[in-house]
């Protein structure tokens, strides 16, 4: 068990360094946490931060749904709620990231949708925003139960949620998922920004002619190569 989980740490540390070398999170603020028996193991920040691109398993603590466990020196982020109360919610949800990536907060604030305007480029990306990408109206720090309770509410069942003004909260069975997904997201808001809010959807036709590339070899192939970049 031991193994498994210090597995997982790696596994964590490797997905805040992906994500800020890919310029989804910054400096210290983002973090990320899987699901394990009874609570979770997440991103802290510890008594050298040096930030999310240096992060270290040292810096992935294991913690109850209250909070409490094995910190030493270190302190759950302040926005901890959106873990907890996400895993509380959604026993299908195996890892969770909470990001501030800068075209989904500009995609936001101007209030332009997350819609499918390109297909093959990248076809799990088109099927998640063609599913529609919820928003979280309220530009607050998600710290207390209740706030991460109204954002769940606002997500509904998606496996992600736009936070207006703030930054997005992206779910995964995996952690590689959930961080191919927020990587995913950040690109077509780019895109979005790019080419204005009036290019067309892809045609329902030319999206059921796309192939499921099969989500689990998807998400585990990109996150082998994103980590492989790391130390490229």
């Not at 360094?17 to 910054?26: E, H």
């Not at 709620?81 to 075209?103: D, F, K, Q, S, Y």
């Not at 997500?155 to 936070?163: D, E, F, N, S, Y």
Request: hydrophobic residues 40%; charged residues 25%.
């Amino acid at each position: 068990m031991r193994s498994g989980v210090d597995s997982l740490r790696q596994t964590i540390s490797d997905a805040c360094r992906v994500l800020a070398a890919k310029g989804a999170v910054s400096g210290i603020l983002g973090h990320v946490s899987a699901r394990v028996d009874g609570g979770l193991l997440v991103r802290t920040r510890g008594p050298r931060e040096r930030g999310l691109r240096h992060t270290t398993p040292e810096d992935i603590r294991l913690v109850d749904l209250d909070g409490q466990g094995e910190l030493g020196e270190w302190t759950v982020p302040n926005e901890l709620p959106i873990h907890t109360e996400v895993l509380r919610a959604r026993p299908e949800v195996g890892a969770v990231v909470h990001a501030h990536p800068p075209a989904l907060l500009a995609c936001g604030l101007k209030g332009l949708p997350l819609r499918p305007i390109y297909g093959a480029f990248d076809i799990p990306g088109m099927r998640m925003a063609a599913d529609g990408v919820p928003v979280y109206p309220r530009s607050v720090l998600i710290r207390r139960r209740d706030l991460a309770q109204e954002m769940l509410a606002a997500m509904g069942g998606k496996p992600v949620c736009l936070l207006r003004g703030h930054g997005v909260t992206v779910t995964g069975e995996t952690v590689a998922e959930a961080v191919v997904r927020t990587l995913a997201l950040e690109t077509l808001a780019r895109v979005t920004l790019q080419v204005g809010p009036d290019i067309p959807a892809v045609p329902d036709e030319d999206q059921a002619e796309l192939p499921d590339l099969g989500g689990a070899f998807f998400h585990e192939t990109q996150w082998r190569a994103l980590v492989a970049d790391l130390d490229g």
